[in-house]
């Protein structure tokens, strides 16, 4: 057994946000989440790269990619703690930064526990940009109805969707529903090994017209930054941005809470 989630559950249309306005009516911030760690760093990747940022990693994730780099953040490896929403949101204020990562694992995961954190995070002053990676296996609308919520949210939410293609072994499970709810502030990520990947992100987004930021980030083994550039540059990708882990450039690339 590897405990990993069934695939299908993380693809149902559930409501969410009634679960959401249920806990609200309680006491949500002692709700309990397993985490692997908090830290403060720069952010590696995408749009906004190079900000101090705190990342928030909540344990669990609903897929097994080939080339995860965080597998300590799922089975059969175990949370380093647990804590309830108010105390990472505490652990996020006393840190003071004003952007936010809730990472993972796969972060939107544990539902409506998931909207809570969220929301959380977002109403603290000084905090002025979350952004949610999440794998695209979970469908973000019920999480991005959230920005409807409260003027917090809509200016402070971001959803970084990363869709796995055929090398991650993983694409069957992605959702394509969501990807025409995301706007501009988003950011819609390929992960590209090789040419199979890169024409098939090609086609998903001939297939699904997006708003999001479209990023291609390069398996440095297999698709060196400099390929993936003549493939974007050949193929007139004018609205598609390389994305470099510029985290594995200044430490080493396993190295954690960096």
Not at 74 to 90: C, H, K, L, N, V
Not at 157 to 170: C, M, N, Q
Request: proline share 6%; hydrophobic share 40%; aromatic share 8%.
């Amino acid at each position: 057994m590897t405990g990993r989630p069934a695939a299908t559950s993380s693809r149902r249309t559930v409501d969410w946000l009634a679960q959401y306005e249920q806990a609200r009516k309680g006491d949500w911030r002692s709700l309990r989440l397993p985490m692997v760690e908090i830290f403060e760093t720069v952010e590696g990747e995408g749009t906004r790269a190079g900000y101090p940022t705190v990342f928030v990693r909540v344990f669990h994730c609903n897929l097994r990619c080939t080339w995860c780099d965080t597998p300590y953040s799922y089975a059969p490896a175990q949370p380093e703690f647990e804590a309830t929403i108010g105390e990472i949101a505490s652990r996020v204020n006393e840190l003071g930064w004003h952007h936010v990562c809730l990472t993972g694992g796969e972060p939107l995961i544990h539902r409506h526990k998931s909207q809570l954190l969220v929301d959380a995070i977002a109403r603290l002053p000084q905090v002025q940009d979350v952004h949610v990676e999440t794998n695209g296996a979970i469908d973000v609308r019920p999480f991005a109805a959230l920005r409807h919520q409260s003027r917090e949210l809509t200016a402070k939410l971001r959803f970084i969707v990363d869709y796995k293609l055929p090398s991650s072994g993983e694409q069957a499970q992605m959702v394509h529903e969501h990807l025409a709810v995301l706007s501009e502030q988003d950011e819609l990520k390929f992960v590209i090994a090789d040419d199979h990947d890169f024409d098939t992100a090609i086609a998903i987004l001939k297939s699904y017209p997006t708003k999001a930021q479209v990023l291609f980030s390069p398996v440095w083994e297999s698709m060196p930054p400099h390929e993936l550039v003549e493939r974007m540059l050949k193929n007139r990708l004018a609205q598609v941005k390389l994305n470099l882990q510029i985290h594995k450039v200044i430490w080493d690339p396993n190295q954690r809470g960096v």
